[in-house]
């Protein structure tokens, strides 16, 4: 694997952002009425296609043979085993669209215990027991009550069921 | 005067003394954990904010940014990691004194350092607005267009190495800021016929998504791979430093304060550059460079005036132009506007008294700081002792609860991790956040303004170049593109240059 291989794969994936990009805006966002001015479609259509420019660049640069690794190359490309970093991204991922769902439906006290509970244990894979229960449980009574209560923030309610919030 | 006397009373409201100190000492939590920027601590405290009236919310802003920037260099001198990117250069020199038994003098002298850079930057700040607001108040659309044009290009042109990334991000960030309702036509733009995205992709939420996912991410992986750090530092106490000492280092504080300010008014610049000059400034014209690395207060003050006279810099584009440098800035001009402030040169004629309140607050702010980071060191390195990826899942439950806040709205929750996840594999692809930040800030002004100016013209885009001001922002513009395109090449050909000569050995040796 050469080192500009991100770069190609970078640059594509901007171009097609950029190509569908312009589409959407073409199809979706109507034009000025008459041609004295700007309209809403100009501004974003202008982007869209500064962008597909700027990642043909990319491409094109990338598409040069490099001659020797730069230490730019080694930056861009850490000691991370991918595993790691997948595991690390979907378990963000899926703790904050956890999350938000559990938000939704069984509103903030009940979602916020159960969210820090399954990041600490499952997730994280600390099975302490007083840990556990100690930061869902804290957690999720200070923030009620700093925020909550003392500074007015809203936490939503659950639309099922519900535990103050 | 009367702003003025309006601006104290409202200063020295119990709840609004209260919320910058809570704000404070906010920004030295999040600015001494490594991990934890004060730019995610600003985009977490700002939903808090707003039920708070105007002088409480913009104090707690202020603390949480000057704490942010101060708190930095507790875990530089402690564990040798910078607790957020402008203490880097005080791990050099401070680290080395911990390892010397000189914590104490080390933090002592940091503290001190930091709030004369501080007020410094406030005085300079003062003076610098108000000659800058006036001069600005005559701008135009066609102006003002010019003016983002040319902070967006610094902008873009210094966040990273390359230029066209940097463009690339701030692209991604205008492009971002077109989705939802436009507000000059009434038009639905790229919601493809969907209702809640109306709403438009909201600042906030985005930049809780930018700063605080990513980061947590980086957090997991760290834990897993077990390369946390640890601390090991335990009573440790500030100590001030002599009054020999202090007289020998006045003048570096000076000097460096001024860098710092000077920095800091840069857009797209701010708290690492600073510090790394002004401690390349200090070594260059010590009388002992040798001892520069190994251990010297010197090399611990002339950052830390740096970087906290960047706050003062900062200010000023942001206050005048309403243009902000660094990402920081950025939150707290999303800040002001929720709470009716707007920032620009129209500032200073309707919202004397808040400017004013602007320029109290830091200097409450500062206070604060130097009397926290002083006698409450012990509790701050209590802190340090909580495991990083514990703190990332209280930080993820405020993303949450913060992105809700917001406008009460369950989408922005979703698009808070949408964006987030995208911001990550955007910085692992090696494009800069922070213009993306810029771009989500300026975008609307940017559009607005090019908008109004073609219909004042009706349909003419010679306007654009009709205003002297701003084809000198033009002119601005292409030389910071120029100059940053040669700076480009010239590295490209000393690389080739390099390789040549290597290959060349390499063949004399077979």
Redesign the interface.
Known sequence: MTSRR?DI??GTI?LVVSAL?CW??LA???GAED??????R???LG??L??GG??L??LL?SLRPA??K?I?DE??APD??RG??A???A???G???G??AL??YTG?MI??AL??AA??GPV?GIWRPKLILG?SVG?SLG?YLI?GKL??????YGKLINLAF | MDAFASALGAVSDPFTLLAIVAGAIIGIVFGSVPGLTYSMALALVL??T???DTSAAIGMLLGTYIGGMTGGSVSAILLGIPGTPSAAATVLDGYKMTRNGRAGLALGGAVLASGFGGIFSLLVMIVSVDLVARLAIQFGPVEIFALVLFGMSTICGLAG?SL??G??AG??G??LM?IGL?D??G???????WTPLLQGVDLLVAMVGLFA?PQ???T??D???DRAFKLNASGVRSELPTLKQLRNSFWLMFRCSALGTAVGSIPGTGGPIAAFLAYDHAKRFSKEPERFGKGKLDGVMAPESANNAVTGGAMIPLLSLGIPGDPATAVMLGGFLIHGLVPGPMLFTNNKAEVYLIYLAIFVSYVTVVVFQYFGIRGFVKLLKVPP??MA??I??????GT??IR?S?LD??M??GV??IG?LLM????PITPIILGLVLGPTL?RE??TA??MS??SFGVFFSSTAAVVFYAMTIGVIGFHFYGQMRDAKK??D???G??AQQQGAN
Not at chain 2, 428 to 431: L, M, S
């Open positions: 991100p794969i970078l901007l990009w959407g805006v979706t966002i109507p041609g004295s001015r700007l309209g809403a100009g501004f974003p982007l869209g500064l962008l700027l990642s660049i990319i640069q001659p020797v730069t730019d930056a861009a991370i085993s790691v970093e595991w690390a991204i378990a963000t991922v703790l904050l669209v999350y938000a938000l939704e903030f979602a916020t969210v820090v990041a600490v994280l930061m957690l923030i925020f500074l007015g923030v809203y936490l939503p | 939903p808090i707003f039920k708070f190495k066209v990334r463009m690339i692209i991604i205008l492009l077109t436009d000059m036509d038009v639905a733009r790229m919601t493809f016929g996912v947590i991410m980086k997991l992986i834990y897993k791979l990826h514990l899942v209280g993820l439950i405020m993303c949450g609860v809700f806040a009460n369950f929750v979703y808070m991790v987030g996840l990550y692992r692809a090696r494009i559009e090019f908008r073609v219909i009706e349909g690389t080739r390099a390789a040549n290597k290959n």
